[in-house]
């Protein structure tokens, strides 16, 4: 019996020896630090306030049906809550509509890390053709007919009329103050010293996501991603081959970002990383998201295919899918059915003890016509 409980004890201090070895290869979860800042769009409270505004108003789209926040409700995650996000009307998008929860850390935004800032994506989603589908010159001169807007924009910028560019860094701003507060992460709380901040699940999940469950191989630092890209064998969404509509949009978009004919010609599901590079190894392959507020934020992966972080854990166990370019890193974990619970405890510890929820901002109201022109004297 005392043979035994000390094989066990070694068994044990060995697993957990081994944990300690291989999460040093990664950097270690930590705290997320105020969110990096760029110089050239600093922040101010008044230009935060008017990014806001900009954020929830839906003249910032084509038919004034598509503001950002659409697709990126406080409510839900700050997502639509569906699988696949809902698109521009007329059309179906073919993937998941991604937080921007701590989106201010991401130095790749979008799935396959198609824009390097975040005055890159609201451009890039607002005059998207399945999803804001605006034009600039029109969405410009919607701001310059409300004279709310007007006199925000020359406080903010010193610019005499809104400019279509300074609405985005403005959005940007905004974005950046949509971030986890560190006090109300029990992790964060943890590894700040709080040792009673994690109980003994988590704590049992967190030697699983460093030791191993591997999820440190990928999910590290302190946004929890490593914002590289992995093919993972993601099971594909039904709706690639049975919704005629969002097929037409799928192979729309295949058309749009210049992938070879033959690709064009058998297009069937997303392909991801391709898309940037036309590179054939990277078929398949989607950015790391991070994995702080999963509680918010399900459902997950890029297509919305898994429903519960129980199902994320489980795809995970099993190895991940079939994906010709699939990443070695997975394996099967053969996790017990008490890890697999340990693990989504501490998945869940690194969110924010309640959501995060904005209130609706007050918008500018109706259109107001222009004074005529001032003709000079001579």
Same mark, same amino acid.
């Given at each position: ?40 769009? $600093?922040?101010?409270?008044? %230009?935060?306030?008017?990014?806001? %505004?900009?954020?929830? *108003? ?56 198609? /824009? ?13 053709? /399945? ?17 709310? @807007? ?30 986890? *507060? ?39 630092? $302190? ?6 890209? @992995? ?123 309640? $959501?995060?929820?904005? *209130? ?19």
């Amino acid at each position: 019996m005392k043979s035994t409980f000390r094989i066990t004890l070694a068994a044990s201090a060995l697993v957990m020896a081994f944990s300690a070895v291989a999460a040093d290869k990664y950097p270690k979860l930590g705290p997320l630090p105020p969110p990096p800042i760029p110089k050239d769009n $600093p922040n101010t409270p008044e %230009k935060v306030a008017l990014g806001k %505004k900009i954020f929830w *108003d839906n003249r910032l789209s084509g038919d004034n049906s598509m503001p950002c926040v659409s697709c990126h409700l406080p409510a839900l995650g700050w997502g639509d809550g569906g699988q696949i996000s809902r698109g521009y009307p007329g059309t179906k998008h073919w993937r998941n509509s991604q937080t921007v929860l701590n989106s201010a850390y991401y130095n790749k935004l979008f799935w396959e890390g198609s /824009v390097t800032s975040l005055e890159a994506q609201a451009p890039a989603a607002a005059g998207g053709g /399945v999803a804001g589908n605006g034009d600039d010159s029109v969405m410009e001169m919607r701001l310059r007919f409300l004279p709310e @807007y007007v006199a925000e924009f020359k406080k903010v910028f010193g610019s005499e009329w809104p400019r279509i560019n300074d609405a985005w860094r403005a959005v940007a701003a905004y974005q950046r103050t949509v971030v986890s *507060d560190a006090s109300k992460v029990p992790f964060d709380r943890y590894a700040k010293g709080d040792k009673k901040a994690l109980n003994a699940s988590q704590l049992k999940g967190m030697a699983l996501y460093n030791g191993k469950a591997g999820c440190i191989q990928c999910h590290n630092g $302190p946004l929890a991603s490593d914002q590289k890209f @992995y093919a993972l064998g993601v099971p594909d969404h039904p709706n690639y081959k049975d919704d005629p509509v969002n097929q037409v949009t799928h192979r729309w978009q295949y058309y749009q970002k210049g992938v070879p004919e033959g690709y064009y010609r058998n297009a069937t599901d997303d392909l991801g990383l391709f898309f940037i590079t036309k590179n054939p190894k990277d078929i398949g392959k989607f950015r790391v998201p991070s994995l702080r507020e999963l509680k918010y934020t399900a459902p997950y992966m890029h297509n919305g295919i898994l429903a519960t972080l129980a199902d994320v854990v489980e795809f995970y166990n099993q190895g991940g899918g079939a994906a010709a370019n699939k990443t070695p890193l997975l394996k099967p974990l053969k996790l017990s059915a008490q890890e697999k619970k340990d693990l989504v405890a501490f998945l869940e510890a690194l969110s924010m003890d309640e $959501p995060l929820i904005h *209130d609706d901002p007050k918008l500018p109201g109706d259109y107001q016509p222009l004074p005529p022109p001032v003709m000079a004297v001579k």
